[in-house]
Each structure stands twice: as structure tokens, then as C-alpha cells.
């Protein structure tokens, strides 16, 4: 995946006054930030010297906006510090909601902020005026080496993780699909291999592994219904199946099927946590 460093942040001045909107927040707004935190909004952005607030909040934000417009490192640093948990600390509904009205507004200028080990990251897309069809992608909260029970396993899960993401917003949806289906199936296989069931042989076999962690608890009900959406999806693999189907995923398939996979791994990790072994 490309460095968030190494992309060149370019915005409208029209992007950079609705930005000063999303930043200073209103009585309507799920995050309103006082004079006193706009300031220090920006010093945790990196920006020094900014001043104090001086007259209408918007004003002062949407100055100081367009005296750095020409800063592509500055504007990134206020994006990624905007998306940033720790400026939402006990409060991680108002993230999810600022981040989804900044995702719709950076959509335009083709920039979109994506989250890795839990700290936002900024990709590059096609500019688009199409609205994300669902919130910020979920959060993967635990690592992979975590939640497998062999370290090396895990690093070769991660990998294949992260390549779906590379292949997802390059547009190769197919094949961010095959392998987020992949991962599923490695994970799922981890936890039977080494918490065998009622004297049943490990299965690699992905829909049996889905209807397992259904049943045993390992995943919440409505991510074990959508896994098996995405478990006929990754069978996309087979020519012969997407022909005769005439189907071809875009985007928003693979926003769901992210999603569900990343929920599957946040529950599998939190169960983890909770009991070990796993109960059956």
C-alpha cells in the first residue's frame, strides 16, 4: 500500500471551506470544538504557531486552511489527525460519523482515509461524486499473529490482508475478494486445528468452518449470515462460475465483505481474550 507520506494532498478551496465546516462543527454537529480546541486541534496536527481564535471560529479555521493550501504535508496531517481515535477518546460513534462526512467530501478530490493497526491512513482513488455506500471500513483491532496460534501463520494472514486492501483499492475486486475470502478461511481453520470439536478432523473446508463458528459462538450470528454471502462471492475464483453467473463485484461488494471478515477477526480476537480454549 502506498505511504501516506507519499501522497500529495490537493484541495479545492471550496473542499477546504466545507473541511473548516467538518473541523469547527456546530450546535447540529456531533463534534463541536471550542476555540480552546481548535487550537489544540492543529498543534496535534503538527502546525505550529497558529494563534489564538480570534472572532468567528469558522473563519479563523477556514483562514488558516487557505494560507497552507499550497502545504501538501500540513493538509495531510490535519485529514489524518481529524480521522485520528484519540482526539475521540470515550466517544467512538462521533468518529465514525466525522469520518464518513469527510470521506464523502475527499471522495470528490479522490482521496479517501482508510484505518491500519488502528491509526488512519490517507489512499488515492478515482474522484468520484458517488457518497461511500457504508460507513468507514471496520477497524481491525487485534493483529492476526494474535489471534492464530502459530506466529508465522499469522504473518502470512496479515500479508494476505493487506494485499486484499491493495487489490481493493487498486479496483481489482475480484481479487480483493478471493483473498479476504482466503483469510476467513485460515483464520477459521487456526481455531478448529487447535480446538477440535466433539472428535471432528480439522477442515479447511470454508463453509463447514463458517457453520462451526456459527454455531460454537466464535462469531456474532449476523457476520456468520454474511460470511456465507462472501464465501459464494470468493468461489468467484472458478471462471466457469462467474460466467455462467455474469457477475462482476465492484466497490461496495468489497466494502462488505471487508468488513464482515474484519468483524470476524475483531470477534475471534475478543473471544480470545475472554477464554482459552475457546468454549464449544
Given amino acids: 500500500m502506498t505511504s501516506s507520506d507519499d501522497i500529495r494532498v490537493e484541495l479545492d478551496d471550496n473542499v477546504l471551506d466545507r473541511l473548516a465546516g467538518i473541523i469547527c462543527g456546530d450546535d447540529s454537529s456531533p463534534q463541536y470544538r471550542s476555540g480552546y480546541q ?3 486541534f492543529f ?3 503538527g502546525w505550529r504557531r497558529v494563534g489564538e481564535v480570534d472572532g468567528s471560529r469558522f473563519r479563523w479555521v477556514q483562514d488558516l486552511l487557505r494560507a497552507r493550501r499550497k502545504d501538501p504535508n500540513a493538509l495531510r496531517a490535519v485529514l489524518l489527525r481529524l480521522a485520528d481515535p484519540r482526539e475521540y477518546l470515550d466517544d467512538d460513534e462521533t468518529r465514525v460519523v466525522v469520518v464518513q462526512e469527510l470521506n464523502e467530501l475527499l471522495a470528490i478530490e479522490g482521496y479517501q482515509v482508510v484505518y491500519t493497526d488502528g ?3 490517507l489512499t488515492t482513488q478515482s474522484p468520484t461524486l458517488k457518497r461511500p455506500a457504508m460507513q468507514a471500513p471496520v477497524q481491525l483491532t487485534a493483529n492476526l499473529t494474535d489471534i492464530v496460534s502459530d506466529n508465522a501463520f499469522g504473518r502470512q ?3 494476505r490482508l493487506n494485499e ?3 487489490c481493493w483499492k487498486s479496483g481489482a475486486c475480484i481479487a480483493a475478494i478471493i483473498m479476504l475470502g ?3 478461511e485460515g483464520v477459521l481453520y487456526d481455531v ?3 480446538r477440535p470439536l466433539d472428535g471432528k478432523k480439522p477442515t479447511d473446508h470454508l463453509q463447514t468452518l463458517i457453520e462451526l463458528a456459527g454455531e460454537h459462538g466464535w462469531i456474532a450470528k449476523d457476520v456468520t449470515d454474511y460470511a456465507h454471502v462472501l464465501r459464494d462471492h470468493r468461489n468467484l475464483v472458478h471462471p466457469k462460475k462467474q460466467w455462467t453467473q455474469g457477475y462482476s463485484p465492484e466497490d461496495d461488494t468489497v466494502r462488505i465483505a471487508w468488513n464482515v471478515v474484519v468483524a470476524a477477526l475483531n470477534d475471534l480476537a475478543a473471544l480470545k ?5 475457546l468454549p464449544t
Fill in 43 to 45: 498543534e496535534a496536527a
Fill in 157 to 159: 494472514l496479515q500479508a
Fill in 182 to 184: 482466503s483469510v476467513l
Fill in 119 to 121: 491509526r488512519p491512513c
Fill in 164 to 166: 486484499a486492501h491493495v
Fill in 192 to 194: 478448529m486445528l487447535n
Fill in 273 to 277: 481474550k475472554t477464554a482459552d480454549p
Fill in 38 to 40: 481548535l487550537v489544540r
